[in-house]
């Protein structure tokens, strides 16, 4: 079973920021933060990972939380194609540990 | 960019037929793997693979599938009777090194009638 917990949808006005939340609490110290997304039926897009300091990349940012127990993905200007649904993966650097999918947050943006 | 590809897009089957699912990884990817979704569901991991061998299946993982690397480039997911059930989007992932961050294909969607 998938080790996070996500609201299971969410909606945001376009060009604001969308902030999604995810508790990972009992996440342990060598596993990593990832999100991911799906549009419609297309393929897990890969968005971005942490272990515990934020980071940021050109398709968002992520906070986590100093207790590592949960974090947020923020999308500083959410388009319409950034309607998807957004998972919060905790995962090992190791070997080839498969991804735990849960249900995600379906965002949807609003015009 | 590079990208991880599957073929075909849509597979139409009768049940009990056999289906080959193929995948061409990120071409300096050494670990891979195969993903299930199965309409309005979780996406579910069914295999990884690695050095030529499985490293891992899941309980969906049985022994109607089967993978195989066959030349340097393919990755293949073998449905050898396929059920009703087995209707579902799948979903090859690679990734480069160990533990580092896994691509996924745009999907096969098999239909099984």
């Known amino acids: 079973d998938a080790k996070t917990t996500q609201p299971p949808s969410m909606d945001c006005a376009e060009g604001r920021a969308a902030n999604l939340p995810c508790n990972h609490s009992?996440?342990?110290?060598?596993?990593?933060v990832y999100w991911y997304r799906q549009i419609h039926s297309q393929g897990p897009q890969y968005i971005i990972h942490g272990l515990k300091n934020n980071e940021t990349n050109e398709m968002a940012s992520l906070i986590i939380t100093e207790d590592r127990k949960s974090s947020t993905l923020i999308l500083p200007h959410a388009t319409l194609r950034d309607t998807a649904v957004y998972y919060c993966?905790?995962?090992?650097?190791?070997?080839?540990?498969?991804?735990?999918f849960g249900k995600g947050t379906r965002l949807s943006v609003i015009a | 960019e590079p990208e991880v590809t599957q073929t075909p897009s849509h597979q139409v089957t009768q049940m009990g037929q056999e289906v080959i699912l193929r995948c061409v990884p990120i071409?300096?990817?050494?670990?891979f793997y195969w993903y299930r979704q199965i309409l309005g569901q979780k996406v579910e991991f069914l295999v990884s693979f690695y050095n030529n061998e499985i490293s891992e299946k899941s309980e969906i993982f049985d022994d109607q599938f089967s993978v195989e690397r066959p030349d340097g480039s393919n990755f293949t997911l073998k449905i050898r009777s396929t059920k009703l059930e087995d209707s579902a989007m799948y979903f090859c992932?690679?990734?480069?090194?160990?533990?580092?961050?896994?691509?996924f294909g745009p999907g096969t969607r098999l239909l099984v009638l």
């Open positions: 992932a690679s990734n480069q090194g160990a533990g580092e961050t896994q691509y």
């Open positions: 009992t996440i342990s110290g060598n596993e990593y």
């Open positions: 071409s300096n990817h050494l670990y």
């Open positions: 993966i905790v995962r090992y650097h190791s070997g080839n540990t498969p991804l735990v």
